[in-house]
């Protein structure tokens, strides 16, 4: 073979075979849906005829207020699930009820992250960083979602046309980092966009009908967000509820070409 025929050869097997994708069966699925962002989602897919399974995931001990009133109303069609991502054991659990699910999941959402937690705050200047902390904000926010794709990958058929979307945030791109500070909280999320990136070139192939994306949500009014409002300028604070239409706007607007993206809530794509 010569060597211009060896690249034209490399160059097409890159080319990920495009397979007539299987139908739309309604399955849609939130992972950290008790509250915030995670728990608008859930109500603005119920709202929506297309949707008629949503299962929707919460810690176990988790706050149910919000989400069992919501479990009560819908019966079946909304199927609550515990999950805690950081959790190896509660992954394998979420993992053999993914492949009970018949059908395969047409949108998931990966809303569970953290910011602050018990005895976590985010670190002003590197003398606050703590190895246990940036551990911890490692398991919750980069390998949790990676996990929790990993076991929802198995549940979907090659040719099936699916979403999954992480919720990221703008601080995890390493371009737009001017300010410093939050160092577990930004690079977290920078692992995270890898991890992304990575699935996304690895499914190219396997789910040739996946987009596989990183979303930042917008600074949105949650308890994630509530102890650094102060220096969210005027009108740049969004409830959860225009968060939620915004991200359902953006997977209602992507495709496969752009599995592997990190997307604003606008639909424009966020640098590195
Ligand atoms: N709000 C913003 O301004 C903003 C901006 C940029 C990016 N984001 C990102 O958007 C996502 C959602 O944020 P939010 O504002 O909705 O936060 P939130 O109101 O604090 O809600 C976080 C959700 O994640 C869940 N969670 C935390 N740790 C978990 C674990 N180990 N396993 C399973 N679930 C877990 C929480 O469950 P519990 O109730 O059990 O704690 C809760 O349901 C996060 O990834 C965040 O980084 C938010």
């Known amino acids: 073979m010569t060597e211009r025929n060896a690249v034209y050869t490399l160059a097409r ?7 007539p994708p299987t139908d739309s069966n309604g399955v849609r699925m939130v992972i950290g ?8 989602l859930v109500r603005a897919q119920l709202r929506s005829q297309g949707v008629r399974q949503l299962i929707a995931t919460y810690r176990p001990g988790a706050d149910l207020r919000a989400l069992a009133p919501l479990s009560q109303h819908h019966g079946s069609r909304l199927d609550l699930v515990p999950l805690d991502v950081a959790d190896d054991g509660s992954i394998a659990r979420f993992s053999r009820y993914l492949l009970r699910q018949k059908g395969g999941i047409d949108v998931t959402i990966h809303a569970a992250g953290i910011l602050h937690e018990d005895g976590i705050e985010p670190e002003k ?3 606050d960083c703590n190895a246990a902390n940036l551990k911890r904000l490692f398991a919750v926010n980069s390998v949790g979602p990676l996990m929790a794709a990993g076991a929802l990958l198995p549940a979907q058929s090659r040719k099936r046309r699916f979403t999954f979307v992480a919720l990221s945030a703008m601080v995890g791109s390493i371009s737009d980092n001017r300010l410093g500070g939050w160092y577990g909280y930004r690079a977290s999320k920078t692992a995270l966009n890898q991890f992304i990136k990575t699935l996304a070139n690895e499914c190219r192939f396997k789910y040739p009908n996946a987009s596989i994306v990183a979303v930042h949500p917008g600074t949105t009014d949650t ?3 509530r102890p650094f409002q102060r220096s ?3 009108g740049k604070l969004y409830s959860p509820d225009q968060t939620a239409s915004r991200i359902l706007k ?3 607007d992507i495709d496969q070409d752009q599995s592997g993206q990190f997307i604003n809530w606008d639909g424009s794509r966020i640098p590195w």
């Open 232 to 234: 969210v300028k005027p």
């Open 33 to 40: 849906a008790n509250r915030g962002i995670g728990l608008a």
């Open 125 to 127: 200047s590197f003398a």
């Open 13 to 19: 097997a890159k080319v990920p075979a495009r397979l």
């Open 223 to 225: 308890e994630l967000s």
């Open 250 to 252: 953006v997977i209602e």
